[in-house]
């Protein structure tokens, strides 16, 4: 019987496969599916139907595809915008111009949503409910509304069926990446096609529960409360629920419209030090950030304060990772290329049978150039991304959370540059980071690292010494069943 099922689901997913290689073909995109080796007899029919279109880059081709492929693959290709590693750094760009817009759907089935999940008549929810709604992605929809008690809110709808959608597309995803994994070779394992598709369900699973969205923001938001800059919108839980979140709407001017910005006497500059210094916190203090800072997601309030919206792509960096980053930024900022290296292999992501000195040299071949030029021109995001790119040759396997963390300080420093492109955001932000590099790197930082270290042992220090008692015990029980199995034998 399961023969027969996985034989049916082979049979779907190939006629799945057919149609997808039709659209891809349709505008000129068919590489992915030869790189990976993917059936090539369908991907050679398919190529003799393909409109070529050699005026865009592939990135910008494959944009397009999956555009016209839905909702699935417009977010697959916003997870592929982080991954410079596995499509490289052009073709990550161009997908990273992915916008996710869709037509609304009926706000009928909107409200019959709202009131299913909220077990009330949508008059009793809201005083005010718009119909028409105010954004439309593939995932959800917004709609503007009023609570009884006064309150201005934005309701987020999940689309209907949405969720056994992106299942059907996930069976497919998997397929071709069990496909892709024995063709590929060697390949596979440093790209690991089933991993990629297992980080992008569960970051689609996450999406597809409005309560995960709503405990990120609230998350952020208590992360933040005591810092001045950057406001989180309040979460309503009263109506919120698995397909529906609720929260403060707020509003305010873009940051990509400069003459609003100083017609409201805001300094730009000032925005751009705000923009900076909260990103650092979220990393490197709370090792919790908003991974989706494009200009769409933030709006500058009257008070210089900037609002953030949209808490569906969250990263987490842990403690080990947030410390790798910093060794290696500060390495790369004091030109000490060798210290970079060694982090690498201190923190066990470069294999032992390369070399340190090699290396070395690759990262000053890498920051020379990039820390050379002139202060507002210095990306961060950049020689991050180039690092690594580099790690590749060295047979290291980029962790995700640090490429999610990389494109968001690309996004980042777009903003900025938007905001004021003779500053550097970095540079604003350099007395807290030096702050923080002292208390975290320095001798005080190696002291309480060491202290903390020592009160985990401590901590532990029964358990562990009980371990090796028993351990003990049973070697000893072994020895002397041993013993009495010889003096057996020797009667």
């Avoid at 417009?74 to 915008?81: A, E, N, R, V, W």
């Amino acid at each position: 019987m399961a023969a027969k099922r996985n034989g049916s689901s082979s049979i779907k997913n190939s006629l799945r496969l057919w149609r997808i290689a039709m659209v891809l073909a349709r505008h000129d995109a068919l590489f992915p599916l030869e790189k990976a080796n993917i059936s090539p007899s369908i991907t050679f029919f398919c190529k003799l139907f393909a409109r070529r279109q050699p005026h865009l880059r592939e990135g910008q081709r494959l944009a397009q595809a999956l555009e016209a492929l839905g909702p699935t693959f417009i977010k697959l290709g916003q997870t592929f915008s982080t991954r410079a590693d596995i499509v490289g750094e052009e073709i990550a760009q161009d997908l990273g111009l992915l916008r996710d817009r869709l037509p609304a759907f009926d706000s009928a089935i909107a409200i019959a949503q709202i009131e299913e999940e909220l077990g009330k008549n949508i008059d009793d929810c809201f005083a005010h409910f718009e119909r028409s709604a105010a954004a439309a992605a593939s995932i959800a929809q917004v709609h503007f509304a009023s609570l009884h008690s006064g309150e201005e809110v934005a309701v987020k709808v999940l689309r209907p069926d949405v969720e056994a959608k992106f299942a059907a597309d996930l069976e497919l995803f998997y397929w071709l990446a069990d496909i892709a994994e024995k063709r590929l070779g060697e390949e596979a394992y440093r790209f690991k096609p089933r991993k990629v598709v297992d980080t992008f369900a569960d970051t689609v699973r996450s999406e597809l529960d409005l309560r995960f969205e709503a405990s990120a923001a609230e998350e952020l938001a208590s992360n933040l409360k005591h810092d001045k800059g950057m406001v989180v919108p309040t979460i309503y839980w009263s109506y919120t629920g698995k397909n529906v979140l609720t929260m403060q709407r707020v509003g305010g001017l873009s940051v990509s419209d400069a003459d609003a910005l100083d017609e409201a006497g805001l300094s730009r500059r000032a925005l751009v030090q705000v923009a900076a210094e909260s990103l650092f916190r979220q990393v490197f203090r709370d090792g919790f950030f908003h991974a989706d800072l494009h200009p769409g997601n933030i709006f500058v309030q009257k008070d210089g304060q900037l609002a953030v919206v949209d808490f569906g792509i969250m990263g987490r960096l842990d403690e080990d990772s947030r410390m790798f980053l910093a060794h290696i930024l500060d390495g790369f900022l004091k030109e000490d290329y060798q210290r970079v290296a060694q982090v690498h292999v201190d923190y066990g992501y470069m294999p032992a049978h390369h070399s340190v000195e090699a290396l070395a040299q690759a990262c000053r071949a890498i920051g020379r150039p990039i820390l050379g030029r002139p202060l507002e021109e210095i990306s961060i995001a950049k020689l991050l991304q180039q690092l690594f790119e580099v790690a590749k040759r060295f047979d290291m396997t980029v962790q995700p959370h640090l490429l999610l963390l990389q494109k968001t300080m690309m996004m980042a420093e777009g903003v900025g540059r938007m905001l004021d492109p003779t500053v550097n955001m970095w540079q604003l932000a350099e007395p807290m980071i030096s702050k923080w590099g002292h208390e975290h790197l320095g001798l005080r930082g190696k002291a309480r690292r060491a202290a903390h270290e020592a009160r985990y042992a401590l901590k532990h220090l029964p358990t562990v010494l009980r371990h090796i008692k028993s351990l003990l015990e049973r070697m000893e029980e072994k020895s002397r069943t041993q013993q009495q199995d010889n003096v057996s034998d020797a009667c």
